[in-house]
């Protein structure tokens, strides 16, 4: 089973939604992740859910596209989280076809968190997504046991655990944590590359995943492992900012390469598994 590819939005941030359209066409993507609310106060998001002619182009560019919107970034959960307070996002995500919403654990109250995490879910599921819940080593959710942990709590059909094979590697997740994710709540992976050993410090753990993934296969993560453990065909996001590499590279042998890389890596997996 061939598994949709994805262009998240952190490997192309500086590209507005309609230019990520045309890019994810140009290099053979099937879907694409759009961050409409900015991961840290300053950095970059586009807010389609507060420009209502900017949706509304974006919904009619998707009209006569192969490429789907798949996943929408990101719904922080704080101490003072208000699920309400994310309807429009949601409406919108609903009209661009989403079908998932990354969510960071940013409350370390795990009573408040998994209550929040709660009512977020039902929220999704009256829009038709799923509330994909990152673990991060950083933050208040730093492993897969954590995730499933939170998860477990919700009810109804938009509970899920987004596994980044980033994170995956830079916390205390094991291949057997991966396993024991209920299968219902892998709805998509994502997917890079990353120095070992693994830089130490929160500061530096978040520099490196916003700025300095590396391409499959240069790194030393066990992608391989990662991915014989998850479902065959789950829907896979290349999430792989670096700036650096992309420049150098230039986007188009840049986008080709992730492309490429990612197909060998999940071919190689489904070859050792027949």
């Not at 500086?14 to 359209?21: G, I, N, Q």
């Not at 099937?30 to 998001?45: C, E, K, Q, V």
């Not at 974006?58 to 699920?83: H, K, N, Q, T, Y």
Request: charged share 25%.
């Amino acid at each position: 089973m061939t598994a949709p590819l994805g262009l998240a939005a952190l490997t192309v941030l500086d590209t507005a939604p309609l230019a990520h359209v045309d890019l994810a066409e140009r290099h053979r993507f099937d879907t694409i992740g759009l961050r409409l609310l900015p991961a840290a106060p300053g950095t970059t998001a586009y807010p389609l859910h507060e420009d209502p002619v900017a949706l509304d182009e974006l919904v009619r560019r998707l009209a006569d596209s192969p490429v789907e919107v798949f996943d929408l970034e990101i719904i922080r959960i704080g101490a003072g989280f208000d699920a309400e307070k994310y309807r429009s996002l949601l409406e919108a995500g609903a009209r661009l076809g989403a079908r998932a919403v990354l969510v960071g654990a940013d409350d370390f109250d795990r009573a408040r968190l998994t209550d929040s995490y709660a009512s977020l879910a039902h929220l999704c599921a009256q829009y038709g997504m799923v509330a994909s819940l990152e673990f991060m080593p950083w933050t208040a959710v730093p492993d897969a046991k954590s995730a499933v942990e939170v998860v477990s709590q919700a009810d109804g059909p938009a509970r899920s655990v987004l596994v980044d094979a980033l994170h995956v590697d830079r916390s205390a997740t094991t291949l057997d944590d991966l396993a024991a994710i209920p299968r219902e709540w892998l709805h998509y992976a994502q997917m890079c590359d990353g120095s070992v050993p693994a830089p130490h410090g929160d500061a530096e753990l978040i520099r490196h995943a916003r700025e300095e993934r590396l391409v499959p296969g240069t790194g030393g993560i066990d992608l391989a492992g990662i991915w014989a453990t998850l479902p065959a065909g789950l829907p896979v996001s290349i999430e792989l900012p670096n700036e650096l590499l992309r420049r150098a590279t230039g986007t188009t042998a840049w986008l080709d390469r992730l492309v490429a890389t990612t197909r060998r890596v999940l071919g190689e997996v489904a070859g050792a598994v027949l």
